[in-house]
């Protein structure tokens, strides 16, 4: 009887709706892209703290400061803003396309969304003796000078 009853029910009751994939990203993820996309970037520095402190998440566990994040979920597109310095020098015009560039492959390789913009606010100059002093304070240099 149970057999008599399903080949009469109408298959059109049972189609079940499409369906629905939700995706959420955290803007601490975007913020970490944007971090090593700058770190691979030379002449470019974070205000506060040193790169390899944010790398190593030494700056606290919320955000990365100078990284801010705004997702737009209807259009799928993430903007992004960064307050960086830049080394004495370097023409800032040129890396800031190279840091905008960067960033925006870097997400949208990693994220599959799109870069709807990446504000680049340049805040201070690095000089030379800055980024010798970071070189020589950085830890993989502090472990060769152990090592010696």
């Known amino acids: 009887m149970f057999n008599q009853q399903l080949h009469q029910l109408d298959t ?78 370097l023409s800032i015009p040129d890396k800031a396309e190279e840091v905008q560039v960067k960033i925006t492959q870097d997400i949208s390789k990693l994220t599959g969304l799109h870069v709807g913009c990446v504000h680049v606010v340049f805040k201070d100059l690095i000089f030379e003796e800055a980024i010798e002093e970071a070189v020589r304070k950085s830890p993989r240099n502090v472990k060769n000078s152990r090592d010696s």
């Open 12 to 89: 059109k009751e049972l189609e079940l709706p499409d369906t629905v994939f939700v995706r959420d990203i955290e803007s601490r993820v975007f913020q970490s892209i944007a971090l090593h996309s700058l770190a691979r970037i030379d002449g470019v520095g974070l205000l506060e703290g040193t790169l390899i402190d944010s790398l190593l998440g030494r700056d606290g566990p919320t955000s990365v400061k100078g990284i801010h994040v705004d997702q737009d979920e209807k259009s799928q597109s993430v903007n992004v803003k960064v307050e960086i310095k830049v080394a004495y020098g």
